[in-house]
């Protein structure tokens, strides 16, 4: 038999070659160490759309990522294929002893690191799974009687109790870099061999790979001192822009909350909050996968929902009449990204303006962001739908157009992303359908012409909504 030695790290969501958990295990286990990414057609064959950004930015990132390992000495093998398979493929083809890799928690990753955990096994190879993603993986914040956490403020009180330096520290690589084995020279497959093609990431100021997360944070650097004041007002640009490299993992979140724990300020504060957000999400999901099409409280499963395609459409396109609303839906069409306060906005705006299923707009969401996570969508759509931990009651209904006044009350937002609103005066903006002819015709603007009348009667709709929701309550009592 063929003595086996050194070993594989196999990067998904942790496109980065500096403070890695799992290739800092490996290089420290000995060399030599090999690195692998997979394009796995099991993920990709899912994707519809040619011209799919994540692709790209993922893409720019393996490429940036194996420039990198060979600058440090290394090498990236690139592979495209089912990484059930590649990956124990390619761990005995190099005779590696172990695989290592940074834990992910969804479900169908789990399901793929179990069989491919089996596969290796068969071969007598080791698989060795690192926290990477999180700060916080779940188990590691508990309640006092040891269970998990479902309301977040208790949660993070814990988390931040515990957050020590160490749980931010750095996973060094440059030292144990002559470990590093390298690849095959030019091994990365075009875009389009994979069946994609360039979008507009760069055009949107997308920058990918670790060079471009690190000057995303930079950037923020300057702007986290008033995060605090202004991450509610989608004109301001006031958040990070963090959320594409997080999820990729072309930023790492140690450094992130390293900085911020340190900076000790309320922007800082309030940003490090995100971050445990994150963290709680990733924890729920976690703890219950079943979350992912189900309600996170059993109860909601009863709501009834409509599917009034007219409806939809209009809430997918920006025509729902509600200028907030609209600007969010064709903000994120047009770009990939929305607003944290319009996420909410909109997502409570389909559910319980619209009564149509959580579950139909998480999924759209999950197509379009560029920054889709599942934890993060499902939790954000479980709150906004009253169904998830730690949610929204269900009988608060976000006012479109107060939240429209509060959040963008000069329409500022709203005119950059609904060309039609540009000359509608600002205190016109939020509810244009009240403007008189004479108004409408001076800011070129006929309602049900050039922009459509509101879709639903907020009022009446809360209404309904109120009464939809009313077999929890009423579950409740009989309780
Ligand atoms: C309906 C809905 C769907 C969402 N879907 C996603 C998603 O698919 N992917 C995603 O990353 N975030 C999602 N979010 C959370 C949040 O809207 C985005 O993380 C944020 O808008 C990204 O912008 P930023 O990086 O500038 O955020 P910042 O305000 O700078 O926050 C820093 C980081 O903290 C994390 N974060 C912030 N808010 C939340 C939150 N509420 N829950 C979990 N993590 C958070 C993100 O990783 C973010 O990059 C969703 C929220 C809602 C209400």
């Not at 790290?9 to 890695?20: A, C, I, K, Y």
């Not at 509600?322 to 906005?345: C, E, I, K, S, W």
């Not at 800011?443 to 929701?469: M, N, S, W």
Request: charged content about 25%.
């Amino acid at each position: 038999m063929v003595p086996t030695t050194g070993s594989l790290v196999w990067f998904r969501r942790d496109l980065r070659p500096h403070d890695h958990a799992a290739l800092h295990a490996a290089l420290r286990a000995g060399g030599p160490v090999h690195c692998v990414f997979v394009f796995d057609t099991e993920i990709l064959d899912e994707l519809t759309e040619p011209a799919d950004r994540r692709v790209e930015f993922i893409w720019e990132s393996v490429r940036a990522l194996q420039t990198a390992l060979e600058a440090l000495g290394g090498g990236l093998h690139v592979l495209h294929g089912r990484a059930r398979e590649a990956v124990p493929q390619l761990a005995g083809k190099l005779r590696a002893s172990a695989v290592y890799t940074n834990r992910d928690y969804e479900p169908q990753a789990l399901a793929r690191d179990t069989a491919v955990a089996a596969a290796l096994q068969a071969r007598g190879i080791g698989f060795h799974t690192r926290k990477d993603q999180v700060i916080f993986e779940r188990g590691e914040i508990t309640t006092r009687a040891g269970g998990d956490f479902s309301v977040f403020t208790p949660y993070k009180r814990a988390w931040l109790a515990k957050l020590t330096p160490f749980f931010v520290k750095a996973y060094p690589i440059e030292a144990h870099r002559a470990q590093l084995a390298p690849a095959p020279p030019k091994n990365l497959p075009t875009l389009e061999t994979l069946g994609f093609q360039r979008t507009d990431l760069s055009a949107l100021g997308i920058q990918p790979g670790s060079t471009g997360g690190a000057q995303t944070f930079a950037a923020f650097k300057r702007r986290i001192d008033r995060y605090h004041e202004l991450r509610d007002f989608p004109a301001a640009a006031a958040t990070s822009g963090l959320s594409i490299h997080l999820r990729f993992g072309t930023v790492s979140v140690r450094e992130l909350a390293a900085y911020a724990r340190q900076r000790r300020n309320a922007g800082a504060e309030t940003w490090l909050s995100e971050l445990v957000w994150r963290d709680f999400y990733f924890a729920i999901l976690a703890a219950r996968p079943e979350v992912v099409d189900r309600a996170f409280r059993p109860e909601y499963d009863a709501v009834e929902f409509d599917d009034n395609d007219r409806y939809w459409r209009a809430w997918r396109d920006g025509q729902t009449g509600y200028p907030l609303v609209d600007a969010a839906m064709r903000q994120l069409n047009q770009t990939g990204f929305m607003h944290n306060r319009l996420r909410m906005v909109s997502a409570s705006f389909l559910v319980k303006d619209l009564g149509i299923a959580w579950q139909r707009g998480e999924r759209y969401f999950a197509a379009r962001l560029n920054d889709y996570d599942l934890a993060a969508n499902n939790g954000g759509w479980q709150w906004a739908a009253s169904t998830g931990c730690d949610a929204q009651p269900w009988f608060r209904i976000f006012n479109p157009v107060t939240q429209s006044i509060r959040f963008d009350s000069e329409g500022a937002f709203i005119r950059r992303f609904v060309p039609e609103l540009r000359e509608v005066p600002e205190q016109r903006i939020h509810a244009p359908w009240q403007m008189t002819p004479l108004e409408q015709q001076a800011a070129h603007c006929i309602i049900g012409r050039e922009y459509p009348a509101p879709i639903v009667d907020h009022e009446q709709a809360r209404k309904r909504t109120l009464a939809r929701y009313a077999v929890v309550r009423d579950a409740r009592q009989a309780r």
